[in-house]
Each structure stands twice: as C-alpha cells, then as structure tokens.
C-alpha cells in the first residue's frame, strides 16, 4: 500500500509537535513576566495583551502539529491488518532519529517566528526534509509515536508455514515475539501491525 502524500504530510508534521512547543516558548514575551495579572481581559478591557510576539503564528503551528499527530494516530488506527506472517527473528531499532533531531538542534540556534527569511527558510528546509522521507518510503516512521507505544523492529519472517525466509522493518503497537504469527498490512516498506490493547 502506497501512502497517499497528505498523509505522509499530517504524519510528518505531527512528529514536531514537540518543535512547534520550543518555538512556542521562545516566541514567549519574558518582559510580561514583571506585568500583574491582568483580570480584565476577561471582561474585555483592552489593556491587556497576549504576552507572545507572534501569538497566531507560534499558537497555530502548536494546533495544526497536535492536529497532525492525533490524525496520525487515527490514520494508524484505521490501517486494515489482514495479511499473516510468521515472525523467525527480531530486532528492536530505534527510530531514525538524526534525521527527526537535526531540526530541533537548528531550532535552538536561531530560528524564531520574527525572523521572517530565517523562518521562510528553516520551512524550506523542512520541506526538503519531508520530500526525502516520503521517497525513501519511511514517512509512516513518526518517532513521536513511540510515545504511544509503537516500536520499529528489524524482521526476519515467512509467509505461511513453508515460505522463503524474508526480511522487513515492522512497525508494531505491541512488543514482536519470534515464532508468532502476527497480522501486518505494508504501508510502503513498511510493515505495520496494530493490535487492539
């Protein structure tokens, strides 16, 4: 199965949830920090202000990555596992992780919402960064998701009982044992198999 682009796209900008938070938080106006409380907002006094130099962009990027990872989940739930294998080993590996960090590390460097060309191009930048994920076939490898419990695993397995000996990456909500048959469905090179917990 092929994964369609948008929902590689939803996956992917999901996974920097925790990105879009840090730059929340260095958009943060730190001078509001001194301000009193202001008890008027809520009674529509225009004196107070939002304490954020961009709160539309740093809040909207917060909402759209949370909407993308909750829809990542759903689209993982939603993945039919209907065909059998016979797992003969395993090999628990971690996510690829230097591709999903570098971002970050760029993150703390210099980029903030203010800084309009820096910011256009740290998009760029991930952009480019999504485009080689999705053609490599590993846009369904969210490390966001190991949060959730899913783990990556290196496998080696058969179809049916007297099948060639075959290897894949499987991507699982629930711990892979050797010797069991387990249901799967490929999403590009990727084998996924989601048991109910």
């Excluded at 409380?37 to 759209?64: D, H, K, M, Q």
């Amino acid at each position: 199965m092929q994964l369609k682009i948008l929902s590689a796209f939803f996956i992917f900008c999901g996974s920097y949830l925790p990105l879009s938070i840090i730059l929340l938080i260095k958009d943060f106006d730190e001078v509001a920090l001194s301000d009193d409380i202001c008890w008027g907002y809520f009674s529509g006094e225009r004196t107070c202000y939002i304490p954020f130099s961009n709160p539309f962009l740093s809040f909207g990027a917060v909402a759209f990555c949370l909407s993308c990872l909750l829809l990542s989940l759903w689209i993982l739930s939603r993945i039919r596992c209907k065909h059998e294998v016979k797992v003969v080993e395993v090999k628990h590996v971690p996510m690829d992780l230097m591709n999903y960090v570098l971002p970050y590390l760029v993150a703390f460097i210099s980029i903030e919402y203010s800084e309009s060309k820096e910011f256009l191009g740290y998009l760029v930048f991930l952009m480019w960064l999504f485009w080689i994920t999705y053609k490599t076939g590993r846009a369904i490898l969210n490390p966001v998701l190991a949060v959730f419990n899913w783990k990556l695993y290196e496998v080696s397995y058969v179809l049916g009982d007297n099948g060639a000996k075959r290897t894949g990456v499987m991507l699982s909500n629930s711990e892979v044992i050797p010797t069991e048959y387990v249901n799967h469905n490929k999403v590009q090179d990727v084998m996924i198999v989601r048991r109910e917990q």
